[in-house]
Each structure stands twice: as structure tokens, then as C-alpha cells.
């Protein structure tokens, strides 16, 4: 059973489009929710999200986490090819290991 | 930026040798881990180190694993006797001086097992 839901899968749009990122995770022991952006390589560290309600913003990026509902959105604005990547969403819940989710594939086209 | 560099960044091993992979953390920071992605699937958690010991591991780091911190820089990971399915992205991330605090991660080592 998956503890880190992501949705959509995977997500094509066209340069410009805002979209909307979905996550949603266990209650047991929550500490933070992390979501990070793969390209070909390393997960690059995005945001870090503790408490429900807060906005972190970066650019034209922003997430938010609802403890209410177990979940957290990624957005982004006025997307460019360069946000194609996956992007992943990860726990600390409990012990200090991340649970990752299975990531949102987002292609942006031109 | 300092970053978490990984090497070599792709290792092709015969079935049942041992192979090393390489990890230099960040510098200032206490926790280190390593991670695994199978081609396709999620990156799943094997261990944390702390203060030059284990601090956690997953059902997946066995008796074949095991995890080094040699000198002041490096921090290793052994598997002792390879399998085809250890075949996966391996990436080593390391966090500052408390565990919660964000994880950064190398550019990962694919290994390949013949």
C-alpha cells in the first residue's frame, strides 16, 4: 500500500499553462512533506513543508500543505520546456527516512 | 552551491563481485543516507548514518550491504555480492546538523549487473 500518492501520473501542457500538483500522504508520525524535481539525474530540493496552510514560493513555483486533508499541491505558473521534468513528493513521517511517491512526469511543449 | 558528488556515475559488475560506490556529502552535514531507484519505480529508502553509525535501514539493506565512512569526507556503500536485481539508480543524499532538514542528493551511480 502507497503511503505518498502523487497524481496526475503524468501531465503534458503547453508553454505558458499554470498546473496544479497533487499529493497526499499518511497521518502516522507526520513531520514534513518535501517535494523535489528529477531531471535526468539528481531529485533537486524544492520545498519543505511543516506547517498546514503556510505558502512557500519560489518564482514562478509555490506548494502549500493542508494537514486537514493529508495533502499538498505544487503549482506552477506560466510554465516554460525547462520545468519538463518529474517532480516528486516525499514524507518524513516517523522515523527520518523520505517515503517518496511515484512522481508527476511533466512534459511542457512548446 | 555545495553539492553531493557520487562516483563513478555508472558501474557495470559480474553477478556475484563486489562493488563500492562513492559519496562525498555536503560538507557541514552530520546525516548521510543512501537511496536506490529501479528503473521505472519509486526511490526507496536502504539506510541513515549518524555519528558513524546506522541510525535506521530498510527490509531492503541485508547482510550484502554495508556503509562506510572512511575519512572525514567519503561515505560508502558496499554490496557484498551482487544480483541482477540490484541492478538501480543508487543515490546518496546527506542533511544538516538535524535530521529535519531537507535532504540533498548526488547525481546517483547506475550499476548494472551482468
Known amino acids: 500500500e502507497d503511503?505518498?500518492?502523487?497524481?496526475?501520473?503524468?501531465?503534458?501542457?503547453?508553454?505558458?499553462?499554470?498546473?496544479?500538483?497533487?499529493?497526499?500522504?499518511?497521518?502516522?508520525?507526520?513531520?514534513?512533506?518535501?517535494?523535489?524535481?528529477?531531471?535526468k539525474k539528481a531529485p533537486t530540493f524544492l520545498f519543505m513543508l511543516t506547517s498546514s496552510g503556510i505558502e512557500k514560493k519560489?518564482?514562478?513555483?509555490?506548494?502549500?500543505?493542508?494537514?486537514?486533508?493529508l495533502s499538498s499541491?505544487?503549482?506552477i505558473t506560466a510554465t516554460q520546456t525547462g520545468d519538463s521534468a518529474i517532480y516528486l513528493c516525499a514524507d518524513y513521517s516517523g522515523s527520518?527516512?523520505?517515503t517518496f511517491g511515484k512522481g508527476t512526469k511533466l512534459s511542457v511543449i512548446p | 552551491e555545495p553539492e553531493v558528488t557520487q562516483t563513478p556515475s555508472h558501474q557495470v559488475t559480474q553477478m556475484g563481485q563486489e562493488v563500492?560506490?562513492?559519496?562525498?556529502?555536503?560538507?557541514n552535514?552530520?546525516?548521510?543516507?543512501?537511496?536506490?531507484q529501479i528503473l521505472g519505480?519509486?526511490?526507496?529508502?536502504?539506510?541513515?548514518?549518524?555519528?558513524?553509525?546506522?541510525?535506521?535501514k530498510s527490509e531492503i539493506f541485508d547482510d550484502q550491504f554495508s556503509v562506510e565512512r572512511p575519512d572525514g569526507s567519503n561515505f560508502t556503500l558496499k554490496i557484498r555480492s551482487t544480483k541482477l536485481e540490484d541492478s538501480a539508480m543508487y543515490f546518496c543524499a546527506s542533511s544538516s546538523w538535524t535530521?529535519?532538514?531537507?535532504?540533498?542528493?548526488?547525481?546517483?551511480t547506475r550499476l548494472s549487473i551482468l
Open chain 1, 3 to 39: 503511503k505518498v500518492v502523487q497524481s496526475p501520473l503524468s501531465l503534458v501542457v503547453h508553454e505558458g499553462d499554470t498546473v496544479t500538483l497533487n499529493c497526499s500522504y499518511e497521518v502516522t508520525n507526520f513531520r514534513s512533506l518535501l517535494w523535489y524535481k528529477q531531471e
Open chain 1, 58 to 69: 519560489s518564482g514562478r513555483l509555490s506548494s502549500i500543505l493542508d494537514k486537514k486533508e
Open chain 1, 73 to 75: 499541491i505544487l503549482n
Open chain 1, 96 to 98: 527520518y527516512q523520505l
Open chain 2, 20 to 27: 563500492i560506490l562513492r559519496c562525498v556529502p555536503i560538507s
Open chain 2, 29 to 36: 552535514h552530520l546525516y548521510f543516507y543512501w537511496y536506490r
Open chain 2, 41 to 56: 519505480q519509486k526511490v526507496e529508502f536502504l539506510v541513515s548514518f549518524y555519528n558513524n553509525e546506522i541510525s535506521e
Open chain 2, 99 to 108: 535530521r529535519e532538514q531537507p535532504q540533498h542528493f548526488g547525481d546517483g
